[in-house]
């Protein structure tokens, strides 16, 4: 089926270690994203693609990095510099005018 | 980015049609209005979109004023799995690949 698939779905890491979420899609789609949700918060935008080797910040780039090496993934690594990194992350990808979502992984760093 | 605003919360009886009401009044010519919901711990789930005219799909109907300036998203007979955050969002038309910024959104709570 296809689909985009994030893991693990849930993520507990200690302070001051580096942490890579996987994002993949079998969809194609040549736009990814990653938000990050904070709880009764909205979406926020820490990165995005649209081609292969090509990415961008968003508006919450800070303590986070990417890269695209091939169409299907866009992995997202929470560095130490990140302030607060526990949150909800979502990793999504696009197609025309829709944006299909990740079922998200669940960051704790205690 | 045009920015809209929502109510926090919403009830809705199990059954009846749910109206979630979204302002956009700074919405540019071109620029969609979407609609997303998010039931908890999951990713967003497309519902509907449109620009000018009033759309339905096997999920909603969405309602667009003829100034644009706000719509309605109805759910004819909501259930209780209808229960999530609603977002009205309004679609950024450059070159940064059409993101789409999500703000609080509304939280339907369908009872029985």
């Known amino acids: 089926d296809g689909g985009i698939t994030q893991s693990p779905k849930y993520l507990f890491r200690k302070e001051g270690q580096n942490v890579t979420l996987s994002c993949e899609q079998n969809?194609?789609?040549?736009?990814m994203y990653w938000y990050r949700q904070d709880p009764g918060q909205g979406l926020r935008l820490i990165y995005y693609s649209q081609i292969v080797n090509d990415f961008q910040k968003g508006d919450i780039a800070e303590g986070y990095s990417v890269s695209r090496e091939k169409k299907e993934s866009f992995p997202l690594t929470v560095t130490s510099a990140q302030k607060n990194p526990t949150a909800f992350y979502l990793c999504?990808?696009?197609?025309?005018?829709?944006?299909?979502f990740g079922p998200g992984t669940r960051l704790t760093v205690l | 980015d045009a920015k809209t605003t929502q109510p926090t919360s919403m009830d809705c009886a199990e059954g009846r049609a749910a109206n979630l009401p979204c302002n956009h009044s700074?919405?540019?010519?071109?620029?969609?209005v979407y609609w997303y919901r998010q039931i908890h711990s999951q990713g967003p789930q497309y519902i509907i979109h449109g620009l000018k005219n009033n759309e339905t799909n096997e999920m909603a109907s969405l309602i667009i004023t003829e100034d644009r300036k706000s719509s309605t998203l109805i759910l004819p007979h909501a259930t209780l799995r209808d229960t999530a955050v609603y977002y009205c969002i309004v679609r950024v038309a450059s070159n940064a690949g059409n993101m789409l910024t999500f703000g609080g959104g509304t939280r339907l709570m369908v009872k029985p």
């Open positions: 999504a990808s696009k197609l025309g005018n829709e944006q299909f």
């Open positions: 700074t919405i540019s010519g071109n620029e969609y």
């Open positions: 969809l194609n789609h040549d736009a």
